[in-house]
């Protein structure tokens, strides 16, 4: 029988009681055959799978040829990662540069706008004390010509109830205005 025979019945009857390959000893034990047999057939299917397990000296071999690769890969994630980062510094300078330029051009324009209004406020200022010290003055000189026209107060004698008269105030005279005379009374 082979080494990967493995029988698929009860033991053969015929060789029950033969000896085991010729020795002498203890009779024949058709049960311990079969195992025998069994154990045989695994140690077969054991065997090529042994072959193909790893050695220590192929497991060395792994090992650098895993830290020469992950070598590889590290230098080339660091090259992937430094052109990044300089392609982000040059766009993210270029952004820089665009929004200080709007920033600037906003600042202007403000600071335009700005100047603009202080502008009409103090245009409207100026015009409003101008107009009101025209206005004053317009006043002043109304009020002075119809005091020209006024007659004079005469001071009236003191009573014995009553205080002196105080002297009439003298208004500036005003050039004369053509029309009737005013009439003395």
């Not at 195992?35 to 065997?47: G, M, N, S, Y």
């Not at 090992?63 to 080339?76: K, N």
Request: aromatic letters at 4%.
């Amino acid at each position: 029988m082979s080494m990967n025979a493995v029988p698929s019945g009860p033991p053969e009857p015929d060789n029950i009681g033969a000896p085991v390959a010729g020795g002498g000893g203890p009779p024949y034990d058709g049960g311990m055959d079969r195992r025998l047999i069994v154990l045989e057939t695994r140690f077969d299917t054991i065997l090529p799978t042994l072959a193909t397990l790893a050695t220590k000296a192929d497991l060395a071999d792994l090992r650098r040829d895993m830290t020469g690769e992950m070598s590889g890969l590290r230098l080339d994630i660091n090259e992937k990662v430094d052109k990044l980062r300089s392609e982000l510094r040059g766009e993210m300078s270029g952004l820089r540069l665009d929004l200080n330029e709007k920033m600037d051009k906003l600042r202007s324009d403000f600071d335009a706008a700005v100047m603009n209004k202080v502008k009409w406020c103090a245009g409207i200022a100026i015009t409003l004390f101008v107009g009101m010290a025209g206005q004053g003055l317009y006043l002043g000189t109304q009020i002075n010509k119809l005091a020209a026209r006024l007659p004079p107060v005469s001071p009236v004698p003191p009573g014995p109830d009553r205080l002196a008269a105080s002297p009439a105030r003298t208004l500036p005279h005003a050039p004369p205005q053509p029309g009737p005379a005013p009439d003395p009374r």
